[in-house]
Protein backbone atom coordinates (compact mmCIF):
# COMPACT_ATOMS: atom_id res chain seq x y z
CA UNK A 1 0.00 0.00 0.00
CA UNK A 2 2.76 2.26 0.84
CA UNK A 3 4.33 1.98 -2.53
CA UNK A 4 0.76 2.12 -4.32
CA UNK A 5 0.27 5.68 -2.63
CA UNK A 6 3.17 6.62 -3.51
CA UNK A 7 2.41 7.05 -7.04
CA UNK A 8 -1.60 8.66 -5.74
CA UNK A 9 -0.93 11.35 -3.03
CA UNK A 10 -4.37 11.44 -3.13
CA UNK A 11 -4.37 8.71 -1.03
CA UNK A 12 -2.37 10.74 1.88
CA UNK A 13 -4.06 14.14 2.21
CA UNK A 14 -7.61 12.75 1.50
CA UNK A 15 -7.43 10.18 4.31
CA UNK A 16 -7.24 13.54 6.68
CA UNK A 17 -9.90 15.64 4.43
CA UNK A 18 -11.90 17.37 7.23
CA UNK A 19 -15.05 20.40 6.73
CA UNK A 20 -12.43 23.16 7.23
CA UNK A 21 -10.10 21.97 4.57
CA UNK A 22 -13.17 22.11 2.61
CA UNK A 23 -14.38 25.29 3.45
CA UNK A 24 -10.75 27.00 2.99
CA UNK A 25 -10.81 24.73 -0.64
CA UNK A 26 -13.72 25.93 -1.45
CA UNK A 27 -13.41 29.51 -0.96
CA UNK A 28 -9.63 29.49 -2.66
CA UNK A 29 -11.23 27.60 -5.65
CA UNK A 30 -13.71 30.97 -6.00
CA UNK A 31 -11.07 33.20 -6.56
CA UNK A 32 -9.10 31.29 -8.38
CA UNK A 33 -11.61 30.45 -10.29
CA UNK A 34 -12.78 34.30 -11.34
CA UNK A 35 -9.21 35.19 -12.28
CA UNK A 36 -9.04 32.14 -14.53
CA UNK A 37 -11.82 32.49 -16.49
CA UNK A 38 -10.22 35.65 -18.35
CA UNK A 39 -6.74 34.32 -18.49
CA UNK A 40 -7.61 30.82 -19.62
CA UNK A 41 -9.16 33.12 -22.36
CA UNK A 42 -6.11 35.44 -23.04
CA UNK A 43 -3.48 32.45 -22.94
CA UNK A 44 -5.69 30.38 -25.34
CA UNK A 45 -5.35 33.56 -27.87
CA UNK A 46 -1.82 33.61 -27.37
CA UNK A 47 -1.28 29.94 -28.42
CA UNK A 48 -3.33 30.87 -31.42
CA UNK A 49 -5.90 28.48 -30.37
CA UNK A 50 -9.62 29.45 -30.13
CA UNK A 51 -10.48 30.81 -26.71
CA UNK A 52 -12.57 28.00 -25.43
CA UNK A 53 -9.17 26.01 -25.34
CA UNK A 54 -7.89 28.01 -22.83
CA UNK A 55 -10.96 26.86 -20.58
CA UNK A 56 -10.54 23.06 -21.86
CA UNK A 57 -7.17 23.30 -21.40
CA UNK A 58 -8.05 24.41 -17.62
CA UNK A 59 -10.65 21.64 -16.20
CA UNK A 60 -9.18 18.10 -16.80
CA UNK A 61 -5.75 19.23 -16.14
CA UNK A 62 -6.20 20.39 -12.68
CA UNK A 63 -8.30 17.50 -11.62
CA UNK A 64 -5.63 14.92 -12.92
CA UNK A 65 -2.75 17.12 -11.21
CA UNK A 66 -4.91 17.03 -7.82
CA UNK A 67 -4.89 13.09 -8.00
CA UNK A 68 -1.50 12.61 -8.75
CA UNK A 69 0.78 15.79 -7.72
CA UNK A 70 1.84 16.42 -4.23
CA UNK A 71 1.76 20.00 -4.40
CA UNK A 72 -1.17 21.48 -1.63
CA UNK A 73 -1.16 24.41 -3.92
CA UNK A 74 -0.28 24.53 -7.09
CA UNK A 75 -2.54 25.49 -9.61
CA UNK A 76 -2.54 23.87 -13.05
CA UNK A 77 -3.40 24.96 -16.50
CA UNK A 78 -2.15 27.53 -19.45
CA UNK A 79 0.69 30.06 -18.72
CA UNK A 80 2.33 32.19 -20.41
CA UNK A 81 5.54 31.21 -22.02
CA UNK A 82 4.29 27.77 -22.57
CA UNK A 83 1.37 29.31 -24.71
CA UNK A 84 3.93 31.57 -26.59
CA UNK A 85 6.05 27.98 -27.20
CA UNK A 86 2.85 26.22 -28.19
CA UNK A 87 2.20 29.33 -30.75
CA UNK A 88 6.03 28.90 -31.67
CA UNK A 89 6.01 25.80 -32.21
CA UNK A 90 2.67 24.85 -34.08
CA UNK A 91 3.00 27.88 -36.18
CA UNK A 92 5.40 26.55 -38.75
CA UNK A 93 3.13 23.05 -39.49
CA UNK A 94 -0.22 24.83 -39.73
CA UNK A 95 -1.86 28.21 -39.65
CA UNK A 96 -3.93 29.18 -36.79
CA UNK A 97 -7.67 28.62 -36.89
CA UNK A 98 -7.35 25.74 -39.04
CA UNK A 99 -8.42 22.09 -37.80
CA UNK A 100 -4.71 20.77 -38.34
CA UNK A 101 -3.50 23.70 -35.95
CA UNK A 102 -5.83 22.47 -33.14
CA UNK A 103 -4.46 18.86 -33.33
CA UNK A 104 -1.13 19.79 -33.63
CA UNK A 105 -1.75 21.88 -30.45
CA UNK A 106 -3.27 18.11 -28.80
CA UNK A 107 -0.07 16.40 -30.36
CA UNK A 108 1.91 18.41 -28.65
CA UNK A 109 0.52 17.99 -24.95
CA UNK A 110 0.34 14.60 -25.56
CA UNK A 111 4.28 14.35 -26.59
CA UNK A 112 4.86 16.05 -23.75
CA UNK A 113 2.55 14.55 -21.01
CA UNK A 114 4.48 11.06 -22.48
CA UNK A 115 7.86 12.50 -21.82
CA UNK A 116 7.18 14.18 -18.41
CA UNK A 117 5.84 10.85 -17.38
CA UNK A 118 8.44 8.82 -18.42
CA UNK A 119 10.99 11.39 -16.53
CA UNK A 120 8.81 10.81 -13.17
CA UNK A 121 8.54 6.88 -13.37
CA UNK A 122 12.11 6.06 -14.15
CA UNK A 123 12.81 8.72 -11.42
CA UNK A 124 14.86 11.11 -13.72
CA UNK A 125 13.69 14.81 -12.36
CA UNK A 126 17.13 15.97 -11.51
CA UNK A 127 17.54 16.46 -15.10
CA UNK A 128 16.12 19.83 -14.65
CA UNK A 129 18.94 20.95 -12.24
CA UNK A 130 20.84 21.24 -15.79
CA UNK A 131 19.15 24.18 -16.50
CA UNK A 132 20.83 27.17 -14.26
CA UNK A 133 18.63 29.56 -12.85
CA UNK A 134 20.16 32.75 -13.83
CA UNK A 135 19.69 31.10 -17.52
CA UNK A 136 15.91 30.55 -17.17
CA UNK A 137 15.45 33.84 -15.84
CA UNK A 138 16.62 35.43 -18.90
CA UNK A 139 14.70 33.23 -20.84
CA UNK A 140 11.78 33.78 -19.29
CA UNK A 141 12.32 37.90 -19.38
CA UNK A 142 13.33 37.29 -23.16
CA UNK A 143 9.74 35.32 -23.52
CA UNK A 144 8.03 38.18 -21.02
CA UNK A 145 9.14 40.94 -23.51
CA UNK A 146 7.75 38.94 -27.03
CA UNK A 147 4.19 38.04 -24.97
CA UNK A 148 4.09 41.86 -24.39
CA UNK A 149 4.94 42.96 -28.09
CA UNK A 150 2.62 40.46 -29.61
CA UNK A 151 -0.03 41.46 -27.76
CA UNK A 152 0.42 45.19 -29.07
CA UNK A 153 -1.10 44.26 -32.25
CA UNK A 154 -4.53 43.37 -29.92
CA UNK A 155 -4.11 46.67 -28.55
CA UNK A 156 -3.83 48.68 -31.71
CA UNK A 157 -6.22 46.90 -33.13
CA UNK A 158 -4.14 45.70 -36.27
CA UNK A 159 -2.79 42.71 -38.31
CA UNK A 160 0.42 42.44 -37.91
CA UNK A 161 2.69 39.20 -37.11
CA UNK A 162 6.39 37.57 -36.27
CA UNK A 163 7.93 35.05 -34.38
CA UNK A 164 11.07 37.29 -33.02
CA UNK A 165 11.24 40.93 -31.81
CA UNK A 166 12.71 41.89 -34.93
CA UNK A 167 10.03 40.87 -36.59
CA UNK A 168 7.26 42.09 -34.69
CA UNK A 169 8.52 45.94 -34.14
CA UNK A 170 8.99 45.76 -38.25
CA UNK A 171 5.71 44.81 -38.56
CA UNK A 172 3.53 46.92 -36.46
CA UNK A 173 5.66 49.92 -37.46
CA UNK A 174 4.37 48.91 -40.85
CA UNK A 175 1.15 48.40 -40.10
CA UNK A 176 0.77 51.69 -37.20
CA UNK A 177 -1.10 53.29 -40.35
CA UNK A 178 -4.29 51.18 -40.03
CA UNK A 179 -4.52 51.62 -36.45
CA UNK A 180 -7.85 51.45 -35.03
CA UNK A 181 -8.21 54.23 -32.36
CA UNK A 182 -11.38 52.68 -30.37
CA UNK A 183 -9.55 49.53 -30.30
CA UNK A 184 -6.44 51.55 -28.72
CA UNK A 185 -8.50 53.49 -26.54
CA UNK A 186 -10.21 50.17 -25.04
CA UNK A 187 -6.62 48.47 -25.03
CA UNK A 188 -4.91 51.10 -23.05
CA UNK A 189 -7.34 52.05 -20.66
CA UNK A 190 -7.74 48.23 -19.38
CA UNK A 191 -4.44 47.98 -19.19
CA UNK A 192 -3.74 50.79 -17.24
CA UNK A 193 -7.01 50.11 -15.69
CA UNK A 194 -5.26 46.28 -14.75
CA UNK A 195 -2.11 47.70 -13.71
CA UNK A 196 -3.91 49.84 -11.11
CA UNK A 197 -6.13 47.19 -9.49
CA UNK A 198 -2.45 45.22 -8.78
CA UNK A 199 -0.98 48.11 -7.22
CA UNK A 200 -3.51 50.47 -6.12
CA UNK A 201 -7.15 48.80 -5.51
CA UNK A 202 -6.32 46.82 -2.50
CA UNK A 203 -4.76 50.13 -0.37
CA UNK A 204 -7.98 51.68 -1.39
CA UNK A 205 -10.47 49.22 -0.50
CA UNK A 206 -8.47 48.98 2.81
CA UNK A 207 -9.19 52.75 3.37
CA UNK A 208 -12.63 52.03 2.84
CA UNK A 209 -13.07 49.95 5.63
CA UNK A 210 -13.17 46.84 3.66
CA UNK A 211 -11.40 43.37 5.72
CA UNK A 212 -8.07 42.05 4.27
CA UNK A 213 -10.16 38.95 2.95
CA UNK A 214 -12.68 40.87 1.26
CA UNK A 215 -10.49 43.34 -0.45
CA UNK A 216 -8.16 40.59 -1.39
CA UNK A 217 -11.12 38.62 -3.24
CA UNK A 218 -12.20 41.63 -4.90
CA UNK A 219 -8.45 42.62 -5.68
CA UNK A 220 -8.39 39.12 -7.39
CA UNK A 221 -11.43 39.70 -9.30
CA UNK A 222 -10.36 43.14 -10.58
CA UNK A 223 -9.76 41.72 -14.03
CA UNK A 224 -13.17 40.32 -14.47
CA UNK A 225 -14.18 44.03 -13.79
CA UNK A 226 -12.56 44.92 -16.63
CA UNK A 227 -14.35 42.04 -18.84
CA UNK A 228 -17.44 42.95 -17.51
CA UNK A 229 -17.26 46.91 -18.42
CA UNK A 230 -15.45 46.48 -22.04
CA UNK A 231 -17.96 43.67 -22.84
CA UNK A 232 -21.18 45.84 -22.16
CA UNK A 233 -19.25 48.79 -23.70
CA UNK A 234 -18.56 46.78 -26.99
CA UNK A 235 -22.22 45.33 -27.17
CA UNK A 236 -23.97 48.54 -26.28
CA UNK A 237 -22.38 51.01 -28.41
CA UNK A 238 -21.93 48.09 -30.91
CA UNK A 239 -18.42 49.45 -31.31
CA UNK A 240 -17.54 45.67 -33.42
CA UNK A 241 -19.12 47.04 -36.58
CA UNK A 242 -16.66 49.93 -36.16
CA UNK A 243 -14.11 47.48 -36.34
CA UNK A 244 -13.46 46.86 -32.65
CA UNK A 245 -12.23 43.06 -33.09
CA UNK A 246 -13.97 40.65 -30.28
CA UNK A 247 -14.11 36.86 -29.07
CA UNK A 248 -17.06 36.14 -30.63
CA UNK A 249 -19.23 32.62 -30.37
CA UNK A 250 -17.45 30.19 -27.80
CA UNK A 251 -18.66 26.76 -28.12
CA UNK A 252 -21.52 26.33 -24.79
CA UNK A 253 -20.25 22.94 -23.36
CA UNK A 254 -17.83 20.67 -21.21
CA UNK A 255 -14.81 19.98 -22.79
CA UNK A 256 -15.15 17.51 -25.68
CA UNK A 257 -13.11 14.10 -26.09
CA UNK A 258 -10.35 14.69 -28.89
CA UNK A 259 -7.67 12.43 -30.91
CA UNK A 260 -4.51 13.89 -30.56
CA UNK A 261 -2.69 12.93 -34.13
CA UNK A 262 -0.31 10.38 -34.09
CA UNK A 263 1.39 10.58 -37.60
CA UNK A 264 4.79 9.70 -37.61
CA UNK A 265 5.41 12.93 -39.48
CA UNK A 266 3.73 15.16 -37.19
CA UNK A 267 5.26 13.60 -34.00
CA UNK A 268 8.62 14.04 -35.50
CA UNK A 269 8.01 17.63 -35.89
CA UNK A 270 6.65 18.24 -32.51
CA UNK A 271 9.08 15.97 -30.41
CA UNK A 272 12.04 18.57 -30.13
CA UNK A 273 9.62 21.06 -28.88
CA UNK A 274 7.77 18.91 -26.70
CA UNK A 275 11.24 18.13 -24.68
CA UNK A 276 11.55 21.77 -24.67
CA UNK A 277 8.17 22.82 -23.80
CA UNK A 278 8.42 19.54 -21.05
CA UNK A 279 11.75 21.23 -19.15
CA UNK A 280 10.86 24.61 -19.14
CA UNK A 281 7.24 23.78 -17.45
CA UNK A 282 8.26 21.44 -15.31
CA UNK A 283 11.43 24.50 -14.04
CA UNK A 284 8.42 27.02 -13.60
CA UNK A 285 6.26 24.45 -11.91
CA UNK A 286 8.48 22.71 -9.23
CA UNK A 287 9.57 25.97 -8.34
CA UNK A 288 6.52 27.23 -7.57
CA UNK A 289 5.69 24.28 -5.58
CA UNK A 290 8.78 24.07 -3.63
CA UNK A 291 8.65 27.76 -2.95
CA UNK A 292 5.44 27.79 -1.55
CA UNK A 293 5.43 24.15 -0.01
CA UNK A 294 8.15 25.66 2.29
CA UNK A 295 5.97 28.23 3.81
CA UNK A 296 3.91 25.98 5.35
CA UNK A 297 6.80 23.47 6.27
CA UNK A 298 5.34 21.15 3.47
CA UNK A 299 7.33 18.84 1.03
CA UNK A 300 6.79 17.95 -2.78
CA UNK A 301 8.34 15.15 -4.81
CA UNK A 302 10.04 16.27 -7.62
CA UNK A 303 9.58 13.09 -9.61
CA UNK A 304 5.95 12.63 -8.42
CA UNK A 305 5.85 16.59 -9.79
CA UNK A 306 6.35 14.48 -13.18
CA UNK A 307 4.31 12.28 -12.83
CA UNK A 308 1.27 14.54 -11.99
CA UNK A 309 2.01 17.26 -14.57
CA UNK A 310 2.51 14.48 -17.35
CA UNK A 311 -0.78 12.99 -16.57
CA UNK A 312 -1.97 16.62 -16.88
CA UNK A 313 -1.02 17.33 -20.16
CA UNK A 314 -2.30 13.65 -21.27
CA UNK A 315 -5.57 14.99 -20.25
CA UNK A 316 -5.18 18.16 -21.54
CA UNK A 317 -4.68 16.23 -24.96
CA UNK A 318 -7.88 14.30 -25.07
CA UNK A 319 -9.71 16.97 -24.02
CA UNK A 320 -9.26 19.86 -26.52
CA UNK A 321 -6.83 21.77 -24.09
CA UNK A 322 -3.17 22.11 -25.15
CA UNK A 323 0.34 21.84 -23.07
CA UNK A 324 0.16 23.08 -19.42
CA UNK A 325 1.81 23.56 -16.35
CA UNK A 326 1.79 25.25 -13.19
CA UNK A 327 1.58 28.69 -13.38
CA UNK A 328 3.09 31.26 -10.84
CA UNK A 329 0.11 33.77 -10.83
CA UNK A 330 -2.32 30.91 -10.25
CA UNK A 331 -0.34 29.20 -7.47
CA UNK A 332 0.17 32.11 -5.73
CA UNK A 333 -3.36 33.38 -5.76
CA UNK A 334 -4.53 29.81 -4.96
CA UNK A 335 -2.10 29.81 -1.84
CA UNK A 336 -2.72 33.09 -0.44
CA UNK A 337 -6.74 32.32 -0.86
CA UNK A 338 -6.15 29.79 1.75
CA UNK A 339 -6.32 26.26 -0.47
CA UNK A 340 -5.37 23.47 2.06
CA UNK A 341 -4.97 20.72 -0.59
CA UNK A 342 -5.38 19.67 -4.54
CA UNK A 343 -8.84 19.63 -3.72
CA UNK A 344 -8.77 23.03 -3.94
CA UNK A 345 -7.95 22.49 -7.77
CA UNK A 346 -10.58 19.99 -8.47
CA UNK A 347 -13.20 22.54 -6.95
CA UNK A 348 -11.76 24.90 -9.67
CA UNK A 349 -12.21 22.34 -12.59
CA UNK A 350 -16.17 22.50 -11.54
CA UNK A 351 -16.32 25.83 -11.53
CA UNK A 352 -14.41 26.54 -14.62
CA UNK A 353 -16.88 23.61 -16.12
CA UNK A 354 -20.00 25.86 -14.96
CA UNK A 355 -18.66 28.69 -16.98
CA UNK A 356 -17.95 26.40 -19.85
CA UNK A 357 -21.71 25.54 -19.89
CA UNK A 358 -23.55 29.03 -18.60
CA UNK A 359 -21.38 31.67 -19.19
CA UNK A 360 -19.34 31.40 -22.79
CA UNK A 361 -22.43 33.29 -24.77
CA UNK A 362 -21.65 36.98 -22.16
CA UNK A 363 -18.14 36.88 -23.44
CA UNK A 364 -19.21 37.61 -27.33
CA UNK A 365 -18.79 40.97 -27.57
CA UNK A 366 -15.69 41.06 -25.11
CA UNK A 367 -12.67 42.87 -27.51
CA UNK A 368 -9.79 41.07 -28.00
CA UNK A 369 -7.94 44.23 -26.62
CA UNK A 370 -9.19 43.74 -23.12
CA UNK A 371 -7.61 40.11 -23.12
CA UNK A 372 -4.54 41.43 -24.67
CA UNK A 373 -4.54 43.72 -21.97
CA UNK A 374 -4.59 40.84 -19.38
CA UNK A 375 -1.99 38.95 -20.89
CA UNK A 376 0.47 42.03 -21.08
CA UNK A 377 -0.24 43.03 -17.83
CA UNK A 378 0.11 39.16 -16.06
CA UNK A 379 3.50 38.67 -18.54
CA UNK A 380 5.64 41.77 -17.72
CA UNK A 381 5.67 40.60 -13.88
CA UNK A 382 8.27 38.23 -15.30
CA UNK A 383 10.22 40.64 -16.94
CA UNK A 384 13.39 41.03 -14.52
CA UNK A 385 16.39 43.22 -16.31
CA UNK A 386 18.05 43.19 -12.06
CA UNK A 387 19.31 39.10 -13.42
CA UNK A 388 22.29 40.99 -15.53
CA UNK A 389 23.64 43.45 -12.87
CA UNK A 390 23.32 40.49 -10.56
CA UNK A 391 25.18 38.12 -12.27
CA UNK A 392 27.56 40.91 -13.56
CA UNK A 393 28.32 41.22 -10.26
CA UNK A 394 28.41 37.83 -9.33
CA UNK A 395 29.71 35.92 -11.98
CA UNK A 396 30.80 37.18 -15.68
CA UNK A 397 30.20 33.63 -17.02
CA UNK A 398 26.41 33.31 -15.90
CA UNK A 399 26.37 37.06 -17.20
CA UNK A 400 27.03 36.39 -20.48
CA UNK A 401 24.96 32.87 -20.25
CA UNK A 402 22.29 35.11 -19.88
CA UNK A 403 22.13 38.05 -22.03
CA UNK A 404 23.02 35.19 -24.48
CA UNK A 405 19.89 33.70 -24.23
CA UNK A 406 18.27 36.84 -24.02
CA UNK A 407 19.55 37.90 -26.71
CA UNK A 408 18.58 34.71 -28.63
CA UNK A 409 15.33 34.62 -27.42
CA UNK A 410 14.59 38.00 -28.66
CA UNK A 411 16.46 37.92 -31.88
CA UNK A 412 15.96 34.27 -33.15
CA UNK A 413 12.57 32.82 -31.11
CA UNK A 414 11.62 31.21 -28.02
CA UNK A 415 12.82 27.22 -29.33
CA UNK A 416 16.37 29.18 -30.18
CA UNK A 417 16.54 30.44 -26.88
CA UNK A 418 14.95 27.75 -24.91
CA UNK A 419 17.86 25.14 -26.75
CA UNK A 420 20.26 27.70 -26.57
CA UNK A 421 19.32 28.33 -22.33
CA UNK A 422 19.38 24.10 -22.22
CA UNK A 423 23.23 23.92 -24.11
CA UNK A 424 24.89 27.05 -21.99
CA UNK A 425 23.73 25.42 -18.54
CA UNK A 426 25.03 22.51 -19.46
CA UNK A 427 28.54 23.92 -21.39
CA UNK A 428 28.73 25.83 -18.06
CA UNK A 429 28.68 22.99 -15.50
CA UNK A 430 30.94 20.85 -18.00
CA UNK A 431 33.70 24.28 -18.08
CA UNK A 432 33.05 24.32 -14.21
CA UNK A 433 33.73 21.03 -13.56
CA UNK A 434 36.42 20.71 -16.26
CA UNK A 435 39.08 22.56 -14.62
CA UNK A 436 38.51 21.27 -10.92
CA UNK A 437 40.28 23.44 -7.99
CA UNK A 438 42.79 21.72 -6.75
CA UNK A 439 44.49 23.33 -3.76
CA UNK A 440 48.00 22.37 -2.14
CA UNK A 441 47.40 22.54 1.32
CA UNK A 442 49.51 22.55 4.66
CA UNK A 443 48.82 21.76 8.45
CA UNK A 444 47.11 24.81 10.51
CA UNK A 445 49.51 25.48 14.11
CA UNK A 446 48.23 24.03 16.78
CA UNK A 447 45.47 21.95 15.03
CA UNK A 448 45.09 18.78 13.08
CA UNK A 449 43.45 21.08 10.11
CA UNK A 450 44.93 21.60 6.63
CA UNK A 451 44.28 24.56 4.19
CA UNK A 452 45.12 25.89 1.41
CA UNK A 453 49.24 27.82 1.20
CA UNK A 454 48.52 30.66 -0.39
CA UNK A 455 45.46 31.50 1.41
CA UNK A 456 46.53 30.80 5.36
CA UNK A 457 49.75 30.59 7.28
CA UNK A 458 50.88 26.89 7.17
CA UNK A 459 53.50 24.54 7.99
CA UNK A 460 54.61 22.56 4.82
CA UNK A 461 57.55 20.06 4.40
CA UNK A 462 59.60 20.18 1.49
CA UNK A 463 59.22 16.51 1.16
CA UNK A 464 55.89 15.85 1.16
CA UNK A 465 53.36 17.08 -1.65
CA UNK A 466 49.83 17.27 -0.34
CA UNK A 467 46.84 18.37 -2.74
CA UNK A 468 43.41 18.82 -1.54
CA UNK A 469 41.12 17.78 -5.15
CA UNK A 470 37.62 19.58 -4.62
CA UNK A 471 35.61 18.57 -7.41
CA UNK A 472 34.61 14.77 -8.14
CA UNK A 473 37.12 13.50 -11.04
CA UNK A 474 35.71 12.19 -14.18
CA UNK A 475 36.57 11.63 -18.09
CA UNK A 476 36.05 15.99 -18.81
CA UNK A 477 38.97 16.59 -15.78
CA UNK A 478 40.73 13.92 -15.36
CA UNK A 479 43.82 14.83 -17.04
CA UNK A 480 44.08 18.33 -15.35
CA UNK A 481 44.75 16.81 -12.09
CA UNK A 482 47.42 14.57 -13.53
CA UNK A 483 49.29 17.61 -15.40
CA UNK A 484 49.14 19.78 -12.49
CA UNK A 485 50.83 17.10 -10.69
CA UNK A 486 53.29 16.70 -13.29
CA UNK A 487 54.26 20.35 -13.37
CA UNK A 488 54.48 20.26 -9.61
CA UNK A 489 57.09 17.62 -9.44
CA UNK A 490 59.12 19.11 -12.28
CA UNK A 491 59.75 22.28 -9.93
CA UNK A 492 60.28 20.45 -6.50
CA UNK A 493 62.77 17.23 -7.22
CA UNK A 494 62.96 17.07 -3.12
CA UNK A 495 59.53 15.69 -3.04
CA UNK A 496 59.39 11.91 -1.49
CA UNK A 497 55.98 11.47 -0.99
CA UNK A 498 52.33 12.55 -2.53
CA UNK A 499 48.92 12.63 -0.92
CA UNK A 500 45.86 13.55 -2.46
CA UNK A 501 43.18 14.27 -0.17
CA UNK A 502 39.95 13.32 -1.39
CA UNK A 503 37.54 14.81 1.38
CA UNK A 504 35.89 16.95 -1.48
CA UNK A 505 35.67 13.89 -3.85
CA UNK A 506 32.37 12.53 -4.27
CA UNK A 507 32.78 9.87 -7.25
CA UNK A 508 35.76 8.69 -9.62
CA UNK A 509 34.97 7.21 -13.42
CA UNK A 510 36.91 5.13 -15.03
CA UNK A 511 38.85 7.57 -17.11
CA UNK A 512 39.30 9.13 -13.73
CA UNK A 513 40.64 5.70 -12.19
CA UNK A 514 42.85 5.41 -15.54
CA UNK A 515 44.63 8.60 -14.78
CA UNK A 516 45.21 7.65 -10.78
CA UNK A 517 46.98 4.69 -11.90
CA UNK A 518 49.21 6.47 -14.37
CA UNK A 519 50.04 8.77 -11.59
CA UNK A 520 50.53 5.27 -9.64
CA UNK A 521 53.00 4.30 -11.77
CA UNK A 522 54.61 7.65 -12.36
CA UNK A 523 55.50 8.22 -9.01
CA UNK A 524 56.65 4.71 -8.72
CA UNK A 525 59.01 4.80 -11.18
CA UNK A 526 60.63 7.40 -9.62
CA UNK A 527 60.27 6.32 -6.07
CA UNK A 528 58.03 8.58 -4.82
CA UNK A 529 55.05 7.41 -2.64
CA UNK A 530 51.37 7.74 -3.78
CA UNK A 531 48.71 7.89 -1.19
CA UNK A 532 45.69 8.97 -0.30
CA UNK A 533 44.01 10.59 2.61
CA UNK A 534 40.14 11.35 3.83
CA UNK A 535 38.55 8.74 1.00
CA UNK A 536 34.65 8.84 1.37
CA UNK A 537 33.40 5.57 1.83
CA UNK A 538 30.76 5.11 -2.20
CA UNK A 539 34.52 5.99 -3.25
CA UNK A 540 37.19 3.38 -1.40
CA UNK A 541 34.36 0.87 -2.33
CA UNK A 542 34.40 1.89 -6.45
CA UNK A 543 38.41 2.13 -6.01
CA UNK A 544 38.42 -1.86 -4.40
CA UNK A 545 36.43 -2.75 -7.23
CA UNK A 546 39.32 -2.40 -9.30
CA UNK A 547 43.18 -3.32 -8.91
CA UNK A 548 44.01 0.37 -8.16
CA UNK A 549 44.25 -0.24 -4.17
CA UNK A 550 46.32 -3.22 -4.61
CA UNK A 551 48.78 -1.75 -6.75
CA UNK A 552 49.04 1.85 -4.93
CA UNK A 553 52.54 3.01 -4.17
CA UNK A 554 51.13 4.02 -0.76
CA UNK A 555 48.30 4.46 1.87
CA UNK A 556 44.80 5.12 1.83
CA UNK A 557 44.86 7.14 5.32
CA UNK A 558 41.58 7.51 7.31
CA UNK A 559 42.77 11.94 7.88
CA UNK A 560 45.24 13.80 6.56
CA UNK A 561 46.49 14.40 9.90
CA UNK A 562 47.38 10.70 10.26
CA UNK A 563 49.22 10.94 6.97
CA UNK A 564 51.27 13.59 7.73
CA UNK A 565 51.79 12.57 11.07
CA UNK A 566 53.30 8.84 9.69
CA UNK A 567 55.11 10.37 6.75
CA UNK A 568 56.64 13.60 7.89
CA UNK A 569 59.55 12.79 10.01
CA UNK A 570 59.84 15.81 12.20
CA UNK A 571 56.08 14.71 12.96
CA UNK A 572 57.01 11.04 14.01
CA UNK A 573 60.02 12.17 15.88
CA UNK A 574 57.19 14.38 18.14
CA UNK A 575 54.80 11.97 18.20
CA UNK A 576 57.37 9.65 19.67
CA UNK A 577 58.55 12.16 22.21
Not at 55 to 74: D, H, Q, V
Not at 218 to 234: D, E, R, S, Y
Request: charged share 10%; net charge neutral.
Amino acid sequence: MPSFSRYLPILTWGRAYNRTALSNDLVAAIIVTIMLIPQSLAYAMLAGLPPEAGIYASIAPIILYAIFGTSRALAVGPVAVVSLMTAASIGEIAASGTAGYAIAALTLALLSGLFLLALGLFRLGFIANFLSHPVIAGFITASGILIATSQLKHVLGIKASGATLPEMVTALVAHLGQTNPITLTIGVLSTAFLFWVRKGLKPLLRRLGLGPRLADILTKAGPVAAVVITTLCTWGLDLNAQGVAIVGSVPQSLPPLTMPGLSPELIGQLALPAILISIIGFVESVSVAQTLAAKKRQRIDPDQELIGLGAANIGAAFTGGYPVTGGFARSVVNFDAGAETPAAGAFTAIGLGIAAIALTPLVYFLPNATLAATIIVAVLSLVDFSILKKTWQYSRKDFVAVLVTILLTLAAGVEIGVATGVILSIVMHLLHTSKPHVAEVGLVPGTEHFRNIRRHEVITEPSLLTLRVDESLYFVNARVLEDRLQDRLASAPEIRNVVLMFSAVNSVDYSALESLEAINHLLKERGIGFHLSEVKGPVMDRLATAHFLSELNGQVFLSQYQAWKTLVPAAQTAAAE
